[in-house]
């Protein structure tokens, strides 16, 4: 069941939207060559904490999963796509980080995450982080008043393909409100003019996962969560938390 929320609603998602924007500068402000997947997942817990927030990350587990998520934020590096677990790992001179992460506050949940490049980046990564922004940013501005849900999709797919980008198929965004995950889905491709009708107060988690290497194949690490790509290429993944209201979309997981 999709869920409209109020005005009131939509204010107390921006708080939680906060929380997460912050936890992630925080995290990305802390990752440099030599900073294990640990200790961002530290910088994020401290921020959440502070904020009084919980995470809806830590403790998850959805039907997929043969675990329970051990950590506030996903922490994806290099040809990992989504869902990666925060280990020991020191991060290297040029990789790949993509860090999801979300809060839940007064009952409301905010999601979002950030790729970038640790050091001296790749000048191929710098593509794919740019085309995956541009792709969450079509998915943005579809998002409105009179569009259905297959625009958004159809939005985010176009700018994928036109770059040559794979994406994991079956993975996309989703509604978020009380719950971290929501009705409906909200797949990263589609047709447009198809699917639900798009109407104020409808908040969704938009989320392109782009692969370098043009397939959408993947495959899952035998911790049951990390997504990779098959063929070993990098992967970025951006997200917002963005409602459908009467002005246009409004990004609820900024600073
Ligand atoms: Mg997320
Ligand atoms: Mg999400």
């Given at each position: 069941?999709?869920?409209?929320?109020?005005?009131?609603?939509?204010?107390?998602?921006?708080?939680?939207?906060?929380?997460?924007?912050?936890?992630?500068?925080?995290?990305?402000?802390?990752?440099?060559?030599?900073?294990?997947?640990?200790?961002?997942?530290?910088?994020?817990?401290?921020?959440?904490?502070?904020?009084?927030?919980?995470?809806?990350?830590?403790?998850?587990?959805?039907?997929?999963?043969?675990t329970?998520?051990?950590?506030?934020?996903?922490?994806s590096?290099?040809?990992?796509?989504?869902?990666?677990?925060?280990?020991?790992?020191?991060?290297?001179?040029?990789?790949?980080?993509?860090?999801?992460?979300?809060?839940?506050?007064?009952?409301w949940?905010?999601?979002?995450?950030?790729?970038?490049?640790?050091?001296?980046?790749?000048?191929?990564?710098?593509?794919?982080?740019?085309?995956?922004?541009?792709?969450?940013?079509?998915?943005?501005?579809?998002?409105?008043?009179?569009?259905r849900?297959?625009d958004?999709s159809?939005?985010?797919?176009?700018?994928?393909?036109?770059?040559?980008?794979?994406?994991?198929?079956?993975?996309?965004?989703?509604?978020?409100?009380?719950?971290?995950?929501?009705?409906?889905?909200?797949?990263?491709?589609?047709?447009?003019?198809?699917?639900?009708?798009?109407?104020?107060?409808?908040?969704?988690?938009?989320?392109?996962?782009?692969?370098?290497?043009?397939?959408?194949?993947?495959?899952?690490?035998?911790?049951?969560?990390?997504?990779?790509?098959?063929?070993?290429?990098?992967?970025?993944?951006?997200?917002?938390?963005?409602?459908?209201?009467?002005?246009?979309?409004?990004i609820?997981?900024?600073?």
């Amino acid at each position: 069941m999709v869920e409209i929320k109020t005005d009131a609603a939509l204010e107390l998602m921006r708080e939680a939207g906060r929380v997460v924007a912050n936890a992630l500068a925080a995290v990305q402000a802390a990752a440099a060559p030599g900073v294990s997947l640990l200790e961002l997942d530290q910088a994020a817990r401290a921020v959440l904490d502070a904020a009084g927030a919980r995470s809806p990350f830590l403790g998850y587990r959805p039907a997929f999963a043969p675990t329970a998520f051990p950590a506030v934020i996903c922490a994806s590096v290099n040809d990992a796509v989504v869902h990666g677990i925060p280990t020991t790992y020191r991060l290297r001179d040029g990789d790949l980080v993509s860090i999801d992460c979300g809060a839940e506050l007064d009952g409301w949940n905010g999601d979002a995450a950030v790729s970038f490049t640790v050091g001296t980046p790749r000048p191929a990564d710098l593509a794919l982080i740019e085309a995956t922004r541009r792709a969450l940013e079509a998915g943005i501005a579809a998002a409105t008043v009179g569009h259905r849900l297959g625009d958004v999709s159809h939005a985010i797919g176009t700018v994928a393909r036109e770059g040559g980008y794979g994406m994991p198929a079956d993975f996309g965004g989703h509604g978020i409100g009380r719950r971290m995950h929501e009705d409906p889905h909200l797949p990263n491709r589609g047709r447009p003019g198809r699917g639900l009708p798009l109407r104020p107060g409808l908040v969704l988690a938009i989320e392109p996962m782009l692969m370098a290497g043009g397939r959408d194949e993947y495959r899952t690490d035998p911790d049951g969560w990390t997504l990779r790509t098959t063929d070993g290429t990098r992967a970025a993944h951006i997200e917002h938390t963005v409602a459908v209201t009467e002005d246009g979309p409004r990004i609820l997981t900024l600073p």
